[in-house]
């Protein structure tokens, strides 16, 4: 990536990062439906955390082949590397407590750090399943944090994901057409 473009993604991480810090975080104590319970959500996770979050004694292979055959836990499926976890409360969830008992551990899965704001490509992609994004307050945020100007585009897929992006960069692509 060139190293403007480079820098403009940095200010946008370390501007998504901030807001998930101030924002959201402290929202997850009183939120209606916690993205943990894995109702809306659906969680990625490798074997290493697989077989930690959910305490599986059994080798990885047989896991595997027990998945396959329908035979595994119904809440959890694979494919390619990752398995991913829908439906029951995450393991890891304190529900009483309302948070996470692997927070800021490293079994704490990536893509637990980034929902619901993180940066895709050149921009910053908010999913709106969490009840603390509010997309109006989060553009604001951005742009005078990193001064610059985006614009929301949805996801032609998933119409929860908006992802805001840098004016530069459309202008940037259409002059390049
Ligand atoms: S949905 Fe949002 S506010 Fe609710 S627990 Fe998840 S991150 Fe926190
Ligand atoms: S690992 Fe923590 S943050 Fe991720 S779903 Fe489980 S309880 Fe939630």
């Given at each position: 990536?060139?190293?403007?473009?480079?820098?403009?993604?940095?200010?946008?991480?370390?501007?998504?990062?901030?807001?998930?810090?101030?924002?959201?975080?402290?929202?997850?104590?009183?939120?209606?439906?916690?993205?943990?319970?894995?109702?809306?959500?659906?969680?990625?996770?490798?074997?290493p955390r697989v077989k930690a979050l959910y305490r599986i004694e059994t080798?990885?292979?047989?896991f595997?082949?027990?998945?396959?055959?329908?035979?595994?836990p119904?809440?959890l499926?694979?494919?390619?590397?990752?398995?991913?976890?829908?439906?029951?409360?995450?393991p890891a969830?304190?529900?009483?407590?309302?948070?996470?008992?692997?927070?800021?551990?490293?079994l704490?899965?990536?893509?637990?750090?980034?929902?619901?704001?993180?940066?895709?490509?050149?921009?910053?992609?908010?999913?709106?399943?969490?009840?603390?994004?509010?997309?109006?307050?989060?553009?604001?945020?951005?742009?005078?944090?990193?001064?610059?100007?985006?614009?929301?585009?949805?996801?032609?897929?998933?119409?929860?994901?908006?992802?805001?992006?840098?004016?530069?960069?459309?202008?940037?692509?259409?002059?390049?057409?």
């Amino acid at each position: 990536m060139a190293p403007r473009r480079q820098r403009r993604v940095d200010a946008l991480a370390a501007a998504a990062a901030e807001w998930q810090e101030r924002v959201i975080v402290p929202h997850c104590a009183a939120c209606r439906e916690p993205c943990c319970r894995l109702n809306t959500v659906v969680l990625d996770l490798d074997w290493p955390r697989v077989k930690a979050l959910y305490r599986i004694e059994t080798p990885k292979r047989a896991f595997d082949a027990a998945l396959a055959a329908g035979d595994g836990p119904s809440h959890l499926r694979k494919q390619g590397d990752l398995y991913y976890a829908h439906v029951l409360p995450c393991p890891a969830y304190d529900e009483a407590a309302h948070r996470c008992t692997v927070y800021g551990s490293a079994l704490k899965p990536p893509s637990c750090t980034d929902f619901p704001v993180y940066v895709d490509g050149e921009g910053v992609t908010a999913d709106r399943r969490c009840e603390a994004v509010d997309l109006t307050a989060l553009q604001a945020h951005l742009e005078r944090a990193t001064g610059m100007r985006l614009r929301q585009e949805p996801d032609d897929d998933f119409p929860e994901l908006v992802t805001l992006v840098p004016l530069q960069s459309r202008d940037r692509e259409r002059s390049s057409e």
